[in-house]
Nanobody, 121 residues
Framework: QVQLVESGGDLVQPGGSLRLSCAASGSIININTMGWYRQAPGKQRELVATITSGGNTNYADSVKGRFTISRDNAKNTVYLQMNSLKPEDTAVYYC???????????????WGQGTQVTVSS
């Protein structure tokens, strides 16, 4: 069994900062790409940022220059530092990982349960 557990979501004022964390646990041999996605009310889930095991990153245009994704491979953990937050960043943020479980030859995709980020004055 594999679990992705997010933390760090909160209510923050516009212009503020938050740091999200997502830890993967279970019978994991290797994790390839990890990422963050978000879903606002009434909208589809969208990519925020991804990071490969080698550290290559990709960002949505809407967050470039404000958000930074990073990971600690030894801890199977990915982070999202969010600065200069805007009301339009309000959403449930989901962690995602492509990983190989013990006993499997293939990589499978997994999601966390999500953490709420609300940006409001």
């Amino acid at each position: 069994q594999v679990q992705l557990v997010e933390s760090g979501g909160d209510l923050v004022q516009p212009g503020g900062s938050l740091r999200l964390s997502c830890a993967a646990s279970g019978s994991i041999i290797n994790i390839n790409t990890m990422g963050w996605y978000r879903q606002a009310p009434g909208k589809q889930r969208e990519l925020v940022a991804t990071i490969t095991s080698g550290g290559n990153t990709n960002y949505a245009d809407s967050v470039k220059g404000r958000f930074t994704i990073s990971r600690d491979n030894a801890k199977n953990t990915v982070y999202l530092q969010m600065n200069s937050l805007k009301p339009e960043d309000t959403a449930v943020y989901y962690c995602n990982a492509d990983l190989r479980r013990r006993g499997s030859f293939f990589y499978s995709n997994h999601w966390g349960q999500g953490t709420q980020v609300t940006v409001s004055s």
